[in-house]
T-cell receptor, first 112, second 114 residues
């Protein structure tokens, strides 16, 4: 079945460091890919998305590129801030399907 | 715009009891999905409602049931609660039934079964 695999956390970085959170997927068909963020005590917020191969999603300094050849959608940010501390979820959905399939999440801790 | 609202925020139930969770979708949205998020895990899809009908269901037993009302709000019911049902239950709303392209999530209901 469809699945999403994320790197395990926590990822601990100093402020202004470069961030990469790896995400790979397995899907039958051509999924749309998403990154969601969950701040402490809150629900999930859509961070960015990409709907076809080679698309780059970007928002708030975060970027991810849909790589069909490597079935990956790695999240990157050039300079993290303390306020970026949260849990990040990679997810996919297939055309015509109704469900999001999530990875297990990666906790990011940014220290001042 | 209040976004997606869920109630209650926290709930403690005893094993074997029944529980009802409620969700009001974001204004303009007509589709509601429910997810279960166990501690330290990603959300797992339970089911989705559109036009007051269950359109798709994840791998959850029949103890989990739902309903959508004409105003698009939704309820999730869980019967015969088990300790393993303890989790954060998230409601997500979106527009249209064809695909789940951009879902907006509520803050969730934290259910503890003792």
């Amino acid at each position: 079945g469809d699945s999403v695999t994320q790197m395990e956390g926590p990822v601990t970085l100093s402020e202004e460091a470069f961030l990469t959170i790896n995400c790979t997927y397995t899907a039958t068909g051509y999924p749309s890919l998403f990154w969601y963020v969950q701040y402490p005590g809150e629900g999930l917020q859509l961070l960015l998305k990409a709907t076809k191969a080679d698309d780059k999603g970007s928002n708030k300094g975060f970027e991810a590129t849909y790589r069909k050849e490597t079935t990956s959608f790695h999240l990157e940010k050039g300079s993290v801030q303390v306020s970026d501390s949260a849990v990040y979820f990679c997810a996919l959905t297939l055309p015509g399907r109704r469900a999001l399939t999530f990875g297990s999440g990666t906790r990011l801790q940014v220290q001042p | 715009d209040a976004g997606v609202t869920q109630s209650p925020t926290h709930l403690i139930k005893t094993r074997g009891q029944q529980v009802t969770l409620r969700c009001s979708p974001k204004s303009g949205h007509d589709t509601v999905s429910w997810y279960q998020q166990a501690l330290g895990q990603g959300p797992q899809f339970i089911f989705q409602y559109y036009e007051e009908e269950e359109r798709q269901r994840g791998n959850f037993p029949d103890r989990f049931s739902g309903h959508q009302f004409p105003n698009y709000s939704s309820e999730l019911n869980v019967n015969a609660l088990l300790l393993g049902d303890s989790a954060l239950y998230l409601c997500a709303s979106s527009s249209g039934a064809a695909r789940n392209t951009e879902a907006f999530f509520g803050q969730g209901t934290r259910l503890t079964v003792v």
